[in-house]
């Protein structure tokens, strides 16, 4: 099953394209904007600090922990 293409990385080539979804992005995932492989219980771990830090005002760990998972904005490309 053709996997889709990752919501950021299109929002991201959107806006290097003046605002439009460059034409190339389909339905279906390149390898510019396939899914980033993460541990689903790092991302439920990193959503929760940041959920309780909100509710608690109290550092939970949340950056540590989002900082630990892949970010598409921060590890490609570079301008």
Request: hydrophobic share 30%; charged share 35%.
């Amino acid at each position: 099953m053709a996997k889709q293409p990752e919501s950021l990385a299109t929002f991201a080539a959107t806006a290097r394209n003046a605002g439009q979804k460059p034409k190339n992005i389909g339905l279906t995932a390149t390898p510019e904007t396939k899914p980033i492989p993460t541990d689903p219980k790092k991302k439920a771990d990193a959503a929760t600090k940041v959920l309780r830090e909100g509710v608690l005002h109290k550092d939970q760990g949340a950056e540590k922990a989002v900082d630990s998972l892949p970010d598409r904005t921060r590890d490609t490309r570079k301008s």
